[in-house]
């Protein structure tokens, strides 16, 4: 990686360190944010600096620098200039100190190690041997780390033939009178169909069973859950459908044992991470790199975005203060019910639960008033891991959540409603449409149709949904064209104020700006106004 020592960023650090010296600051815990703000500004795209970082070891350090997958990519630690460096060094290597690839600095000099040994000793005040240095710390890959993005990408790569082998094992397997595959899959078509989408294509699920044999060794190993396909409802529906596969000639284990190159490195990168927050941003960053090489058209579908914590943690934040100002209620009591209807991995439900420091309001809120839905299969596993851990960390006993039903929330304003999935998934789906919500959160798709209007991928119709927005937002709009009012995240504005069901309550979605101003959603400003 090159740094260029004509980067603003030397600028802005120099400036900084010149004030503390002219306002006499010299301690260690005021003049550190100069050379923490340069490694902040210099890192990554996607790398972050978390300051004051524990390790496993117990080991405090002053700063860790994470890649997007969450993985540690270097450390710093900083000294002031009254410290000798060199002794300071000498302290912190006999006490373990990680010399993988750490800088120590104290606003004169820096010095970089790598592979527990010196490799650069430099003034801070030349600009050019402290860039070449920073370029060098930001440039260094662990062997495991350099294995784990190969393979990373090679599994990638390898996805769509992957997934066609498996296509075709299914194809003969329901071609060749494999009588209790043909069962089981008719019998998971018809549950599909049922609770997902009528119109649903067999090829979509085919999709299902191959995303599911593909990724759900990730889950039981880089969660440590090897109950997973027991404990989750949806999991275990189609685990009876691939068993029936395996019956008579596709054998799992030997399937498995083919993709432990991509696997194992990708494994031996979690072990390093132990916080539950972080192996579940280091999953789903692995999920999205799996779903660009996996199904680009569902992902455009359903306008895939996974939501940066920043954000969410803004609105949940922001939710709790109105609930105060408006209502003069909280997140935690018991009459304020919650759903997020676009779940994703789980992150509204797990932020929400960590706001409720009362154990017993807690298991009040989480079996009787969280609520979300997911409809896509990989996310749904991880909402439901992430989830249930939070709860387990929080109580240290396991209890499912209920709460989360693997269905379209837009489909759920059609009636009457049939049986959906699993009688478990059917009986919570039931108990939410039964439910006084008070707060919708969430950050729903958004895409018009799609981004190549040649692939055949139009997003679906919803008829209640549909009807609402004709004879609201488009009855009252003035605008000739109307078809961008049926963005699915229009619909979920629609959607979400007609599930309050005339009571007070909040909708806090994320979108575009497009309704803030277009003409053609003037009657959606209209009724906005008016609801």
């Not at 027991?230 to 009876?240: G, M, Q, T």
Request: aromatic letters at 10%; hydrophobic letters at 40%; one cysteine or more.
């Amino acid at each position: 990686m090159h740094i260029a020592p004509a980067h603003k960023a030397f600028d802005v650090y120099e400036t900084t360190l010149a004030d503390y010296r002219d306002r006499k600051i010299t301690n260690e815990g005021a003049v550190r944010f100069a050379f923490q703000t340069l490694l902040t500004t210099l890192a990554p795209t996607r790398w972050n600096l978390i300051a004051e970082q524990t390790m496993p070891s117990g080991i405090r350090v002053d700063g860790v620098i994470k890649d997007g997958y969450n993985l540690t990519r270097g450390y710093w630690e900083a000294k002031d200039s009254s410290d000798d460096l060199d002794e300071e060094i000498r302290k912190k290597t006999a006490k373990g100190y990680p010399l993988v690839n750490m800088i120590f600095e104290d606003t004169r000099r820096a010095v970089l190690y790598q592979n527990r040994q010196p490799v650069m000793d430099v003034p801070l005040a030349d600009r050019k041997q402290l860039a070449a240095l920073l370029g060098q710390f930001f440039s260094y890959e662990e062997p495991d780390i350099v294995a784990f993005e190969r393979a990373v990408d090679e599994f990638k790569g390898q996805i769509p033939d992957l997934a066609a082998g498996l296509k075709q094992t299914i194809h003969r397997e329901r071609e060749q009178t494999n009588r209790r595959f043909i069962t089981a899959f008719n019998d998971f078509a018809q549950t599909c169909r049922t609770s997902i989408d009528p119109n649903i294509a067999d090829a979509a699920l085919e999709e299902m069973l191959v995303q599911h044999l593909l990724t759900e060794r990730l889950f039981r190993t880089i969660f440590n859950n090897p109950d997973f396909t027991k404990r989750n409802v949806i999991a275990a529906e189609i685990e009876k459908v691939i068993d029936a596969l395996a019956s008579r000639s596709f054998s799992r284990p030997e399937f498995l044992a083919a993709l432990d190159r991509y696997y194992r490195p990708i494994e031996e990168a979690a072990k390093g991470i132990t916080d539950w927050s972080e192996k579940q941003t280091f999953l789903n960053t692995v999920y999205e790199r799996f779903f660009q090489g996996f199904s680009t058209r569902q992902a455009d579908t359903h306008g895939v975005v996974y939501t940066p914590q920043e954000i969410v943690d803004f609105m949940v934040s922001s939710v709790e203060e109105v609930l105060q100002s408006e209502f003069g209620t909280t997140l935690a009591a018991p009459d304020v019910a919650i759903l997020d209807p676009a779940t994703g991995t789980g992150n509204f439900i797990v932020n929400i639960m960590r706001r409720i420091t009362d154990p017993i309001a807690l298991k009040r809120k989480y079996t009787s008033a969280l609520f979300a839905n997911e409809i896509m299969l990989l996310p749904y596993y991880i909402a439901c891991m992430n989830i249930e851990h939070e709860y387990y960390v929080r109580t240290e006993a396991y209890e499912p959540f209920e709460g989360l039903c693997f269905a379209d929330t837009l489909d759920m304003a059609q009636s009457p409603q049939l049986g959906l999935f699993s009688e478990q998934n059917t009986a919570r789906v039931q108990r939410e449409k039964d439910a006084p919500i008070t707060v919708i959160i969430g950050n729903p798709p958004y895409n018009v149709g799609q981004k190549n209007e040649n692939d055949n991928n139009k997003n679906r119709r919803y008829a209640v949904i549909d009807k609402r927005i004709s004879e609201t937002y488009v009855k009252d709009s003035h605008a000739t064209l109307q078809t961008k009012i049926y963005d699915a995240y229009v619909k979920f504005f629609r959607w979400a104020t007609d599930r309050l069901q005339g009571r007070d309550g909040i909708v806090c979605l994320i979108s575009n700006n497009s309704f803030a101003h277009k003409n053609s959603f003037d009657g959606m400003r209209k009724h906005l106004l008016q609801d």
